[in-house]
């Protein structure tokens, strides 16, 4: 198993660009998250879905839209970026049982710049 | 709600030192805690878990004991090595563990030869 994979690794945009960071899985997990990384801050959870066709919002979600048309993937769409959206963004999927869900499992991470 | 409090870094300690990182937190009901660690340019791997009141969580020489009476989840290790040097989050999976995980703000920990 690949595990979590994001893509890219590593991105530059100008103020109002737009992109996409892109998330995928191969753990048949029905929880996927986004949580981005800034110093000092801890990780912050952005937006989340329980599966396909179900999202909501997390701590941080104003200036991210996301969307899940399968249970892979969950990518993360910054529709006009910003110089605050400068961070490292995290993409994380779970397992679930009864009652709930267990400990994430972590991407290795995009680079966001904004300049 | 939620919140997780650890010690901020960076914590410098030299190679076979004791290690303890203290974690206390705030949650409604009965939380799942987690230790998660991140080398240089890496992503978060999972350390360790408790997921109830008196567990022990411990891998690759680490601990950490959930205690329910001091709200606490301190990490220890009994001798570090250089390659332990990363950052340290402490986190909390509360309720159905739907709305995330809450961090703290990580421990840069160094390991001195």
């Known amino acids: 198993n690949a595990g979590v994979t994001q893509t890219p690794k590593f991105q530059v945009l100008k103020t109002g660009q737009s992109m996409t960071l892109q998330c995928a899985q191969d753990?048949?997990?029905?929880?996927m998250s986004w949580y981005r990384q800034d110093p000092g801050m801890g990780l912050r959870l952005i937006h989340y879905s329980v599966g396909a066709g179900i999202t909501d919002q997390g701590e941080v979600p104003n200036g991210y839209n996301v969307s899940r048309s399968t249970t892979e993937d969950f990518p993360l769409r910054l529709l006009s970026a910003a110089p605050s959206q400068t961070s490292v963004y995290f993409c994380?999927?779970?397992?679930?049982?009864?009652?709930?869900?267990?400990?994430?499992?972590f991407g290795p991470g995009t680079r966001l710049t904004v300049t | 709600g939620n919140s997780v409090t650890q010690m901020e870094g960076p914590v410098t300690l030299s190679e076979e030192a004791f290690l303890t990182i203290n974690c206390t937190y705030t949650a409604t009901g009965y939380p799942s805690l987690f230790w998660y660690v991140q080398y240089p340019g890496e992503g978060l791997q999972l350390l360790l878990k408790?997921?109830?009141?008196?567990d022990k969580g411990s891998n690759k020489g680490f601990e950490a004991t959930y205690r329910k009476e001091t709200t606490s989840f301190h990490l220890e290790k009994g001798s570090v090595q250089v390659s332990d040097s990363a950052v340290y989050f402490c986190a909390l999976l509360s309720g159905g563990g739907a709305d995330g995980l809450t961090f703290g703000k990580g421990t840069h920990l160094i390991i001195q030869p």
């Open positions: 408790a997921t109830k009141a008196d």
């Open positions: 994380a999927s779970s397992y679930s049982r009864t009652g709930g869900y267990y400990e994430q499992y």
């Open positions: 753990m048949n997990h029905e929880y």
